[in-house]
């Protein structure tokens, strides 16, 4: 089926895919059995809608709504549109004594879903942060299961990593992103299975290595490319061991080397040949970054997963469409975002170890709730008001059939062609962050007069400097980190790029002392930014495999000049 975006204009398809999948999901209300809608929005505008409401990497400085106390929250003070939003700590959000059906109403026929639905949302509390069985991990947000962890996202069971995105059970890992199963590495990408490596990206089962990329089962590798199954290589030439270790060790702990090593790697790297995705281990797979999954189709950042399409982080997910940030065995969603072990469940946020959810956020343990926020263990909840299960089987068909005509406002809907709620996700002006303080920005960024003309919020980001007693220009700290005192915990140093100040903490100087690490010059963030810049778009182009002129899919567009090759060209030029 052929369509015209309500969004952006651009024509899209439904594939027959998508339409059986829909047919699959099924709400039940007694005798009444309801599917999603067909969309009316491309699949990138629906992407961008999302995520606009996942914050990763901003956090503020706030006050909690109930005890006053100062608190570290992904939601600034100041409101972007409304009230500002009330704010828990964990604890607070968590305890017995919160009961977020207090906040329970009615549902008015006479008004539009969405206008009611942004009024519940502003008067539920909101935890802080997005976090789930956290120890020591304040500064932290979308993590579960992690311990002594600072400045990480999307991640689980991690322990003492710092500043990344995407780590899945890795210990001592720190300014690195999507990492699995991976130990006392430092300024890596995309590793799966490996320890003790510096600077190395798209690489597996590798240890010990140094500046490389697209490693498989490599051991003390510096500078390599495209290797599998090697010792003692550098510049891909094998050395004896002894040799080996007097070049690697000329390098560790200096900045200079590490720059020098850094520049010679980009310029390897536009030497080298690239395979056509970053895939591992699957079948039937489309998109970059998946591992272990079979019949994923325009899917990034997803492993141990089967049976998706257009998800964007997925791990350990099976049968979902349009879904971003979903984790530990969600299963049979549509057009969700961050969960942890859901079932069934459609145009949700944050809904975790729940099913059968339309239209809710932050709910936790809950099943069958239709238009709730910041329940816990509840059921058959239209508006946070309980209901009996005739009552609610009987409402919600009501709701929806309403949802389907309400005309919202212009305000409320950008696109005049759609005229009713039912079928879209929540609108982007109603998003708690800025389309810059989301990762939407990440994904695909946009200046502030595009994002907010295509109907999106933004925030004018300001730096919460550090308190410190001092601060050190980048280019005073000492070259190697031998000579580096312990003193540096205690100031700040300002970065050579944008000059905002930023703190190297106790834990970290440990870290590069151990490791042999030279001090950074930059603030996190902008080496976040580095590291992002790393990845491909996550769009797929057709262009022809560089060397048999095999149709692939990819994330190469067809302009750009790298050597792209298929699956069986590839494995013939690295084996």
């Known amino acids: 089926m052929d369509l015209t975006c309500t969004d952006c204009a651009q024509g899209f398809e439904v594939s027959a895919d998508e339409q059986t999948f829909i047919q699959k999901m099924q709400f039940r209300f ?29 956090l503020y400085r706030n006050t909690s709504a109930k005890s006053q106390k100062p608190i570290i929250s992904i939601y600034a003070k100041e409101p972007l549109w409304g009230d500002p939003y009330k704010v828990y700590t964990q604890e607070e959000w968590n305890a017995d004594s919160f009961d977020a059906t207090v906040y329970a109403r009615e549902f008015n026929f006479s008004r539009p879903f969405f206008e009611q639905f942004s009024e519940l949302s502003k008067a539920v509390p909101h935890m802080a942060v997005v976090t789930v069985s956290n120890e020591n991990c304040d500064y932290t947000t979308g993590t579960g299961y992690c311990k002594n962890c600072y400045l990480i996202n999307s991640s689980e069971y991690c322990e003492d990593c710092y ?71 550098f510049q891909n030439k094998p050395l004896s061991k002894e040799e080996y270790e007097k070049r690697v060790n000329e390098i560790r702990g200096s900045h200079s080397m590490f720059q020098a090593m850094k520049n ?7 030497q080298k040949i690239w395979k056509y995705g970053n895939i591992i281990n699957s079948q039937d797979c489309t998109g970059d970054y998946i591992e272990n ?14 049976d998706c399409r257009y998800v964007q982080v997925g791990v350990n997910v099976k049968d979902l469409q349009h879904c971003s940030n979903m984790y530990l065995k969600p299963e049979l969603c549509y057009e969700t975002l961050g969960t942890i072990e859901a079932y069934n469940c459609a145009y949700c946020l ?25 329940l816990r263990r509840k059921q058959f909840c239209i508006f946070n008001k309980q209901y009996t299960k005739e009552e609610y089987e009987v409402l919600v068909p009501k709701i929806i059939e309403h949802m389907k005509t309400d005309q919202r406002s212009e305000a409320l809907n950008p696109s005049p062609e759609a005229s009713g709620s039912w079928g879209r ?14 990762v939407a920005q990440e994904y695909a960024p946009l200046m502030k007069e595009e994002a907010v003309k295509r ?27 031998d000579d580096c005192a312990d003193a540096i915990t205690d100031q700040a140093v300002s970065c050579t790029k944008t000059g905002r100040p930023f703190r ?26 580095e590291r992002m810049r790393v990845r491909n778009p996550r769009k797929l182009w057709n262009r022809e495999c560089a060397k048999c002129q095999k149709p692939i899919e990819t994330t190469f567009a067809p302009e750009r000049a790298e050597v792209v090759l298929c699956e069986e060209c590839y494995l013939k030029e690295v084996y």
């Open 30 to 58: 007694g005798d009444t059995v309801i599917h999603p809608a067909e969309p009316t929005q491309c699949p990138d505008c629906r992407m961008l809608i999302r995520v606009c409401n996942r914050n990763e990497n901003n």
């Open 163 to 233: 500043y990344g995105k995407l780590y899945q059970k890795c210990t001592d890992v720190m300014d690195s992103a999507y990492m699995y199963d991976c130990e006392l590495c430092y300024d890596c990408f995309s590793l799966h299975g490996c320890t003790r490596c510096t600077s190395v990206s798209f690489s597996k089962n590798s240890h010990d290595c140094l500046f490389s990329s697209y490693l498989q089962g490599c051991k003390n590798c510096c500078l390599c490319t495209n290797l599998t199954q090697k010792e003692y290589y």
């Open 264 to 270: 010679e790697m980009r310029a390897m790297l536009q």
């Open 293 to 306: 999954s079979r019949n994923c189709r325009d899917c990034y950042d997803t492993n141990e997963s089967e």
């Open 350 to 374: 944050y809904v975790f170890h729940s099913q059968n959810m339309l239209y809710s956020e932050h709910c936790y343990t809950c099943h069958d709730c239709f238009g709730c926020s910041g």
């Open 425 to 438: 996700f929540f609108p982007p002006h109603l998003s708690a962050f800025g389309y810059n303080e989301s």
């Open 455 to 481: 109907g999106f919020l933004w925030r004018d980001l300001k730096d919460d400097a550090p308190q410190v007693s001092k601060t050190l220009q980048a280019s005073d700290l000492p070259d190697s980190i």
């Open 504 to 529: 190297i903490l106790k834990k970290e100087l440990e870290f590069y002392k151990a490791q042999g690490i030279p001090l950074p010059r930059l603030h996190p963030a902008v080496r976040y930014e």
